[in-house]
């Protein structure tokens, strides 16, 4: 039965490698301005690109564009809107934005469904699941609820953002093993002392003595992920209840966590406002009414 198994495995991986060459020879590269219309989305609604300064934010464009020419989103029952690109593409670029070529060789396509969906990808009041990644003959695909994404976005307080977490579940794949040790991400010296954080934290979770969401301690791979979430919702608050923590996800993705939500404000765009490309023309006149062609 092992050498069958290993047999197996060396065969995924062959296969994996040989479908991640193709999409890496097959890689767009965006040609075009971005979208003003597109940043009148990011100002309204994703924090973290309001807190990037003027280089950072063309950066975060650009991979924003590089993500929709190379990642289908398709409507699963329901329609999919620019909010909804935008949203889905932001949650991809946020963890791996100071990892400028960084790729998802191992995502081809996001099904966005209206709401919740159960083991067997039916939609129907049973359904419970939020966000997944796919695996076997679902490789490659990502199913997420639009109720939950845009609520990811909307909500500030509940350390929740179910887009990024699996997100975070795809960078955790991507070395072959999802475990929650991204070792594309994490250097060799810091794995031992992430695991056994890991470890402890889930201890506390289980004697009730941690504010972190409790699916965490399912196993490593959610604890990465639901952490991950905390860490790019409520940076501040998890530095002061979990500071260890907050140290090692600054050291894995490169990033401060605090400065990037330092600003809390979403720009506000009004139909009677200036619009953002500066045409001397109202918002609601422009860009709000050209949506294809701003």
Not at 128 to 149: A, R, T
Not at 239 to 255: G, Q
């Amino acid at each position: 039965m092992l050498p069958e198994l290993v047999l197996v495995f060396v065969i995924t991986t062959i296969v994996l490698v040989i479908i991640y060459l193709k999409k890496k020879n097959a890689w767009k590269i965006p040609n075009s301005d971005f979208p003003d219309y597109y940043r009148v989305i990011l100002s309204e609604n994703v924090i973290f690109y309001n807190n990037l300064s003027e280089e950072e934010k063309k950066r975060f464009e650009y991979k924003i564009q590089e993500f929709l020419l190379n990642c289908r989103i398709t409507g699963i029952k329901t329609q999919v809107e620019e909010t909804d690109k935008i949203l889905i593409a932001s949650s991809a670029v946020i963890p791996v934005f100071e990892f400028p070529e960084w790729k998802y060789l191992n995502l081809d396509e996001v099904l966005l469904y209206p709401g919740s969906f159960n083991t067997n990808f039916e939609i129907n009041s049973s359904g419970y699941i939020l966000g997944m990644v796919g695996s076997g003959y679902m490789e490659g695909k990502m199913i997420l609820s639009k109720q939950s994404l845009r609520n990811g976005f909307k909500n500030e307080t509940d350390k929740k953002n179910t887009a990024i977490h699996e997100f975070i579940h795809l960078i955790d794949k991507f070395d072959g093993a999802a475990d929650g040790v991204p070792e594309i991400l994490l250097a060799k010296q810091y794995t031992i002392p992430w695991i056994d954080l890991i470890k402890k934290e889930i201890d506390k979770i289980y004697d009730g003595k941690s504010d972190i969401n409790p699916y965490g301690a399912t196993n490593k791979t959610e604890f990465f992920a639901v952490i991950s979430e905390y860490f790019f919702e409520r940076p501040q608050l998890l530095k002061t209840k979990h500071p260890e923590l907050y140290e090692m996800l600054e050291i894995i993705f490169k990033t401060d966590g605090i400065s990037r939500f330092k600003i809390k404000k979403r720009k506000v765009t009004g139909r009677n406002s200036p619009c953002p490309c500066n045409s001397g023309k109202k918002f609601k006149n422009c860009c709000e009414k050209n949506k294809h062609s701003c």
